[in-house]
């Protein structure tokens, strides 16, 4: 991988990664393919919406369908039939979402398997090898996320346990292939924050990624962490912010200098048909869009908009119909890689806080 910044407006970076499977342009907002699909869309959906990139999760494809199986298809690419790059977590943010069917200890994790119940043992050293079968273009290290809030003392053995397993993959990895990110933790203590990147600063890592937000917190203290890691993040390598969010929090995170994002939101919303459009929120199932004849959104690109009236969709997702899923599914990435667009554009042009406060009023109006 290669990262070149391109163009900067304040904070905020206009940049562009470059891998053997093709360039992503950034900011860039990763869609979720924990299984190896993102719900409901097929691969085409995703480059019709303009997704370059996407995630899988190491965890749930090693448990579901299994390495071996993914392995004899010559990896997750081939697998799934996505031929862009593919960033894989290592399970780290299931060390905390799981926290009922796992142990810790300094050598690794324990899962239960929520689906069967089978023990499944993951440390720094698997979780990279189960990546590099992947065949991930960006390959995560296996951190401990403590959750919201923390103590003083979950901070700290979250820091000291995740630089441990960060130096460990750091070994495991090697030369090997595709590009190994470190995992900035400390929950919203700026003082722990800064002690683990220092940490983590000598290590060889192509990237760095702030882990453990969007777990609860209120955005002011996000936000805070990400004002406090921007003056310390090497200015030369990427900056990826692990799970975030609605299209406010990604719009305040990229003028803090933050490159890379996922999330289930968009995916998560459309199936539940809360909709993002450039007039604010639109909640399809209230009653009065039974008979609208209107697109979703007049402005956007996607199959459903071009094609199809709110009425239409309203009933798709009132009788349970599967295309609902879709449609309203790809509406809702479409909208987030079209203002991952239209913020690209704005930083190239030096406009990114003006474009930045019409976009705080749209979302105060709505």
Known sequence: ????????????????????????????????????????????????????????????LALRPGV??????????????????????????????????????????????PVD??????????????????????????????????TAGEIEASIARSTLWAARSCGAHGEGSGALFGIVQGGVDIPSRLRSFEALKPMAFAGFAIGGLAVG?????RLAVLDALKTVL???????????GKPADLVAAIMRGV???????????????????????LRLRNARYRSDENPIDADCPCLACRRLSRAYLHHLDRVGD??????????NLTYYQMLLGRVRQAIREGRLVSLAKDFEALEEST
């Open 117 to 150: 119940g089978r023990l499944f043992r993951l440390t720094p050293e698997r979780a990279i090898a189960i990546q590099e079968a992947l065949g991930s273009d960006v390959l995560m290290v296996l951190d401990h996320c403590p959750p919201y809030p923390a």
């Open 234 to 244: 090497p200015p030369d390598r990427p900056r990826y912010l692990m799970g975030v």
């Open 68 to 113: 071996e199986v993914i392995s004899r298809f010559g990896g997750l690419h081939a697998f799934m039939g996505w031929s862009g790059p593919i960033l894989t977590d290592s399970g780290g943010f299931q060390v905390m979402s799981l926290a009922s069917l796992r142990t810790i200890d300094d050598d690794g994790v324990t899962f239960r398997a």
């Open 1 to 60: 991988m290669e990262f070149e910044c391109l163009a900067r407006d304040g904070d905020a970076r206009l940049g562009r990664l470059r891998f053997a499977r093709g360039s992503v342009e950034t900011p860039a907002f990763m869609p979720v393919g924990t299984y190896g699909s993102v719900k409901g869309l097929d691969c085409a959906d995703l480059l019709a919406s303009g997704s370059q990139m996407i995630l899988g999760n190491t965890l749930h």
């Open 322 to 331: 599967p295309l609902a899923l879709r449609l309203l599914s790809l509406h």
């Open 259 to 281: 490159d890379l994002f996922d999330c289930v939101l968009p995916t998560r919303n459309g199936r539940n048909a809360h909709l993002f459009t450039t007039r604010g929120i």
């Open 217 to 221: 917190e209120p955005a002011r203290e």
